[in-house]
């Protein structure tokens, strides 16, 4: 039984990663989507085959093109993966509300959007797998995942922006999560804290928890097909997100200071 899955961010990091990982599952069909075409296409005949969209997700008509493709080449949607993103670091006072304001573009208006889009697809393929319980024959759900990070859990000085969006992006999934359930549709969270990737090297941080792209896809699978509410990859980075609840006063003196760290770095776009 066929398994469509489409990935944003793809061409790169965490997205490559992802879409490697799900080109192994039985019967994959992969739609893949970024702006960079000749990366895409790369990646495509290395898999075997994979529907490529090549598109900037900030664009007003991407929405609405991507679910022409996937409509035209596969007429169901299994599996949603949230992931293009980027972040542009520096202060309120220096970066103001435009570093806001494409940081809330990428971030969580793009995914939004795209989501909005392609619900009535999910929908309709969650109602007609398995006699509408949204599972296929495999167990696989129907589901979306969206690729948030520890910064929109705990946010520190020149990353706040990037925190917002990703706070947005959280909060909107979990009500997404609650209103999509009788559909027979999953929503997870994925929250990666310092991944090594194209755009976020991480040369500069030797004694921080790094982890690796490939360990971000096996947290996607677990937070859409499995099930899962949500992933922190690495795993011990919930403590940081506990401590804000339990420690604010802490947490604030501690990131004010350069104690904490959480992911800030781009992911893919």
């Known amino acids: 039984m066929s398994f469509v899955a489409l990935v944003t961010g793809a061409s790169a990091g965490i997205g490559e990663a992802t879409a490697r990982r799900l080109a192994r599952e039985p019967g994959a069909r992969l739609v893949l989507v970024a702006r960079r075409e000749e990366r895409l296409r790369e990646l495509a005949d290395e898999l075997g085959g994979a529907t490529v969209v090549a598109e900037d997700l900030t664009s007003a008509e991407a929405p609405a093109r991507v679910r022409e493709v996937v409509e035209r080449e596969h007429g169901a949607l299994h599996l949603l993966v949230n992931n293009a993103g980027a972040a542009w670091r520096g202060t309120f006072t220096d970066t103001g509300w435009a570093n806001l304001e494409r940081h809330m573009k990428l971030n969580f208006e793009a995914p939004a959007r795209l989501t909005e889009e392609l619900l009535p697809l999910l929908r309709r393929t969650a109602a007609s797998d398995s006699g509408g319980s949204g599972s ?71 004694k921080v928890v790094v982890s690796r792209p490939e360990v971000v896809a096996e947290a996607i699978m677990q937070a859409g097909p499995g099930g899962k509410a949500e992933r922190y990859v690495p795993r011990p980075y919930w403590l940081a997100a506990a401590a804000r609840l339990l420690l604010p006063r802490l947490v604030r003196r501690a990131t004010a200071g350069g104690a904490f760290t959480t992911a800030t770095g781009s992911h893919d776009n």
């Open 136 to 206: 296929d024959a495999g167990g696989r759900r129907v589901s979306i995942v969206n690729v948030a990070s520890t910064a929109g859990r705990v946010s520190r000085p020149r990353s706040g922006a990037y925190s917002a969006s990703k706070f947005a992006l959280i909060g909107w999934s979990d009500a997404l999560h609650a209103e999509l359930l009788p559909n027979g549709i999953h929503v997870g969270l994925v929250l990666p804290g310092f991944i090594r990737t194209e755009g976020f090297p991480a040369t500069e941080l030797p």
